[in-house]
């Protein structure tokens, strides 16, 4: 199974965010899964203008890298999202990909996709992220495994480290275990219900504007 682990640090993997991520992936990776790296700092995905484009056409028209990101999202069994935590959110690089996602959205395209995701703070914080993160997952359309993050300690050092990486690598390993074996979370499925019936029911109310998406749920049959 093919997933794709999206770090939003500006310092790539060279940062705390990315030494947490590396143990979420080694636990992927000793299941038995391939992960894919991206690394938004370098490449570009530039902030929504909120055309409507996507939801009219199915692709958005702004000249750079997010179109082959969508790509990538849409093709995996599962995926990781790992951004540190700026002033009590995630970094404006993982924002600006969060905010070109509303085609896929409105569309809940990434139904029967599972995810995690990957938090660090310099002091604090980190539930607060970790939830607005998961959140994302299930507004995705996805199913959200769990999520690990941390305040720090020092440069790529953290309190109670081995504790950490080994929770973190075992989030990988669910990750990989949930996907295989298709979970479903009770305890998510009644928002996630609701939510496919919000956005079907925006999309039929913009449906003489939003062609793609409203053909796109015809085409479910919902």
């Known amino acids: 199974m093919n997933f794709i682990a999206i770090n939003g640090s500006p310092h790539a993997q060279r940062g705390n965010t990315g030494l947490l991520l590396d143990k979420v992936v080694e636990g992927v990776q000793n299941a038995g899964g391939t992960v894919e790296m991206v690394y938004l700092s370098k490449i570009k995905v530039n902030p929504c203008v909120g055309c409507d484009a996507c ?3 199915g692709s958005c028209p702004i000249p750079d890298d997010f179109e082959e990101l969508k790509k990538k999202l849409l093709a995996c069994d599962g995926f990781i999202l790992a951004s540190p935590n700026y002033i009590m959110s995630v970094s404006a690089q993982m924002k600006a990909l969060f905010d070109r996602c509303c085609g896929i959205i409105h569309c809940q395209a990434m139904d029967g996709k599972y995810g995690v995701v990957v938090e660090t703070s310099g002091g604090g914080g980190d539930e607060q992220v ?4 998961q959140r994302v997952v299930g507004m995705l359309g ?3 495994v769990g999520g690990v993050g941390s305040s720090i300690a020092g440069e790529r050092l953290f309190p109670d480290q081995d504790r950490l ?6 989030l990988g390993g669910e990750l990989y275990r949930a996907t295989l074996e ?3 979370y009770p305890d ?3 928002a996630k219900l609701a939510l496919s019936a919000y956005m079907r029911g925006l999309v039929d109310l913009m449906k003489d504007f939003w062609r793609y998406e409203y053909d796109y749920w015809a085409k479910l049959g919902k």
Do not use: L, N, P, V
Request: charged share 25%.
């Open 188 to 190: 998510q499925a009644g």
């Open 142 to 144: 996805a199913w959200s």
């Open 55 to 57: 939801h009219k056409t």
């Open 130 to 133: 970790i939830d607005y993160m």
């Open 165 to 170: 990486f080994a929770k973190a690598t075992a």
């Open 182 to 184: 298709k979970r479903e």
